[in-house]
């Protein structure tokens, strides 16, 4: 198999114009969002080149504590993004979060790079870094889920929870049918693309080494670790971010802490 192609950059400008295709969308529905589309692209493109050039210098480093310090960048601005998505107050459930990405991230680069890829050497950030974002970009969506149905439940359903609470459960009792339903609804998306996955789609890590020249049956290798370790991270963070977030947001007496934030309304001129 050949060696992946590269592409110039002129024609990766002439490709973007593809982007005429959204911007005509919005201009025919008028559905105001040409602001948006352009920031977005911008945003993408440069942090994509800019996070491209700092990953050339981290690879050619390999220094073992910049890679540590990067991972934690990662896992904090991965837990922000969380908080931020859901709405919800960052004081109570910014820790819970934390931990829940960290109980998931931490165990599983171990298990993956101590005993099954074996790099050298084993903080290497080529394989390091590209595996922690991996494992940590598929677990924010499902950790958004999970508290949004989790605290959306106390909202709508509060009678059923404050009668669990006045027939004598505790808090996390009388919580745990709303645990139960966010833990649910937090896995369906992955199940269902794992049900699918070969038949319906192909992953973007197995065709991005397909299309590098790797060997199919490599690449299918690597996904079938990759696809298991995000379900079970996304297993491990999303427990341990409900389990905490319930003890750091709900008082001895049942009293829910955490509210959904209002929204600010822009005031016409």
Do not use: C, H
């Amino acid at each position: 198999m050949q060696s992946s192609l590269d592409i110039n950059w002129w024609q990766l400008a002439v490709f973007m114009l593809v982007l005429l295709v959204p911007l005509l969308v919005n201009f025919r529905f008028s559905l105001g969002l040409t602001r948006e589309i352009t920031l977005a692209v911008v945003r993408m493109s440069l942090q994509l080149v800019l996070v491209g050039l700092y990953l050339q210098f981290l690879f050619e480093l390999n220094n073992p504590l910049l890679n540590l310090m990067w991972l934690m960048v990662m896992l904090l601005v991965g837990t922000s993004a969380v908080i931020s998505s859901t709405a919800l107050e960052a004081k109570y459930l910014y820790l819970p979060v934390l931990s829940g990405l960290l109980l998931g991230l931490v165990p599983l680069l171990l298990l993956l790079l101590l005993a099954l890829l074996q790099p050298v050497p084993v903080y290497n950030a080529q394989y390091l870094i590209p595996l922690a974002g991996m494992l940590l970009g598929n677990s924010l969506s499902g950790n958004i889920v999970a508290l949004q149905r989790l605290f959306a439940a106390f909202k709508d359903k509060n009678d059923e929870y404050e009668g669990a609470l006045a027939l004598g459960a505790t808090p996390p009792q009388a919580s745990l049918p709303f645990v139960q339903s966010a833990i649910q609804q937090a896995f369906a998306p992955i199940l269902a693309s794992m049900a699918t996955t070969g038949l319906v789609t192909l992953p973007g890590m197995m065709t991005g080494q397909i299309l590098g020249g790797v060997d199919p049956i490599t690449a299918i290798k690597y996904q079938l670790v990759i696809l298991v370790a995000i379900f079970v991270m996304l297993s491990i963070s999303v427990t341990t971010s409900l389990y905490l977030g319930i003890r750091t947001s709900i008082t001895p007496t049942g009293l829910v802490k955490t509210k959904f934030k209002t929204p600010k309304i822009k005031k016409q001129k």
